[in-house]
């Protein structure tokens, strides 16, 4: 880590997990979860439904090349392409809203994710992430690979998780803004 990075990281461990306070997980970390994940390819584009927070995110094929002022979100900007049998997905374009992982690993807005996405056989996925974040970062690292196995006749059930500004905007009350903490 960079001493921005190290700094940064010391700084997560003191504040609570945005996503705790029903932010988006954010890419890595979105495909991180325990909860069930789907993909659905398009013609020109792969949809990715997360059952946790129902969050998704949309990942462009159509040759496409990463915008360089896109406007930074959580989850970035993606585009992908085939390489043999592996979908390489890069993602641009984040805010620094998000941790990498639940312990908080940090990242700037300087963040590049690479996925590699890989069919292993019918019923399973590999999926490694090459993180490369010079701000945060003194080298590029990849992942070890995650596995998914596919859950036949499995249905993505609604998880939703309403931040507390949300709330007051919706039923008058003074509630304290989580992202005031």
Known sequence: MTAW?????????????????????????ADLSSRPIEFIQAANRVLV?????????????????LPTNSAATDNGYS????????????????????WLDNVGHPHSEALHVQER?????????????????PKTYSKSWT???????????????????????VIAIHDGAKHPSPRSN
């Not at 439904?49 to 090349?65: N, P």
């Not at 890989?118 to 992430?129: E, K, M, S, Y």
């Not at 070890?144 to 059930?157: C, D, Q, V």
């Open 5 to 29: 990075g190290k700094t940064q990281l010391s700084v997560n461990a003191t504040h609570k997990d945005p996503h705790a306070k029903c932010n988006p997980a954010g890419i890595p970390r």
């Open 49 to 65: 439904f997360y059952e946790e927070y129902h969050d998704w995110r949309q990942i462009w094929t159509d040759g496409r090349v």
């Open 79 to 98: 585009a992908g392409r085939w390489e043999g049998d592996s979908l390489v997905v890069d993602t641009l374009s984040f805010n620094d809203r998000t």
């Open 117 to 133: 996405i890989r069919r292993i056989n019918h019923d399973t996925l590999q999926i490694t992430f090459t993180i490369e974040d």
């Open 143 to 165: 992942s070890a690979p995650r596995i998914f196995g596919l859950k036949p006749g499995y249905e993505l059930s609604e998880d939703f998780c309403v931040p507390d500004d």
